[in-house]
């Protein structure tokens, strides 16, 4: 922003305000309560004269205040969303379907996961869920291998989640009825 003597400017992040009186490349001096502040130009906010006489009014009617109070008509959007989607995620990592896995081996950690799978699944597909997200993460893909025979058995379509949102570790399943 340029700045001329003259000019009135506020401080930014301070209660301070005053008249530019000196400028030079990278410093702006001010004259505020006779006392002249130094500051960066990146500190400092030239402050309009409509602003400054807008403080002056308590007539709530006045046309400035009105002008500055109308409310921003909002354009309408170009998107239109015909439906939204009901989505169910389910994260089939261990530590989040139980407090304590510690006694248990992968073999056991491996089987409580598919259960967990299958009971979200059929209950899916029982409450005419559209979409469950099954997040599985990427490890050495033994899960995902075993969640996708598992789909087999179910009358589903089942892709890659968004990596956007989920990464690599997640498989979207599209319920079919």
Do not use: C
């Amino acid at each position: 922003m340029r700045f001329e003597i003259g000019n009135i400017v506020r401080v930014i992040d301070e209660d301070l305000q005053g008249e530019v009186i000196q400028v030079s490349k990278d410093e702006v001096t001010i004259l505020a309560d006779d006392f002249e502040f130094t500051y960066t130009p990146s500190d400092l906010v030239v402050i309009k004269e409509q602003q400054r006489e807008l403080s002056k009014f308590s007539d709530i009617n006045h046309p400035l205040l009105k002008e500055k109070m109308k409310p921003d008509t909002k354009k309408p959007s170009l998107f239109k969303t015909e439906k939204r989607e009901v989505i169910l995620e389910v994260d089939l990592h261990i530590e989040q379907l139980m407090p304590s896995h510690r006694n248990m081996d992968t073999f056991d950690i491996l089987n409580y996961q598919l259960r967990v799978a299958k009971q979200k699944l059929e209950w899916g597909l029982n409450k005419r869920i559209q979409k469950i997200v099954f997040i599985h993460g990427v490890g050495d893909g033994i899960l995902k291998k075993e969640l996708l025979l598992l789909f087999k058995r179910y009358p589903v379509k089942h892709h890659e989640a968004s990596f956007k949102k989920y990464g690599y570790g997640a498989t979207a399943v599209v319920l079919t009825p």
